[in-house]
């Protein structure tokens, strides 16, 4: 599941929230405000598409109370990462998992040398 940065930001706002309370409804500007407050200032059109664009991807669900609509993520953060973490590997490395695991040991003592 291929995401932008900013797709990212929002799931992880959504993942802090259901830390929190795994059946709080979450609405556009319930993460508009989140992120504003970790300095992502961005529109709620913007924040509106993007999360739009994860309900098209099956990420987000989108759901009406009342005369307002609230989202859920489809995924856990554990589920998510091992799902970017395969398309990595097949996009990288051929779906070779032992070869992935070979070059992020090497990469990271290199990291750790620096």
């Known amino acids: 599941m ?3 940065s900013l797709e990212i930001e929002i799931l992880n706002t959504f993942w802090n929230f259901a830390s929190e309370n795994e059946d ?5 500007q319930d993460v508009v405000d989140v992120l504003s407050q970790k300095g992502t200032e961005r529109a709620y059109t913007t924040i509106k ?22 989202y859920k993520t489809t995924m856990d953060k554990r ?15 051929d779906g070779n998992i032992a070869e ?7 990469e990271t003592v290199e990291l750790l040398v620096k």
């Not at 598409?49 to 609230?70: P, Q, W």
């Open 79 to 93: 589920e998510m990462a091992l799902d970017m973490l395969k398309e990595f590997t097949d996009n990288f490395f």
């Open 2 to 4: 291929n995401c932008g």
């Open 24 to 28: 709080v409804d979450i609405s556009i």
């Open 49 to 70: 598409t993007v999360m739009d664009r994860l309900v098209a991807k099956s990420i987000l669900v989108r759901y009406k109370v009342g005369k307002k609509f609230f």
């Open 100 to 106: 992935m695991v070979r070059f992020v040991e090497k």
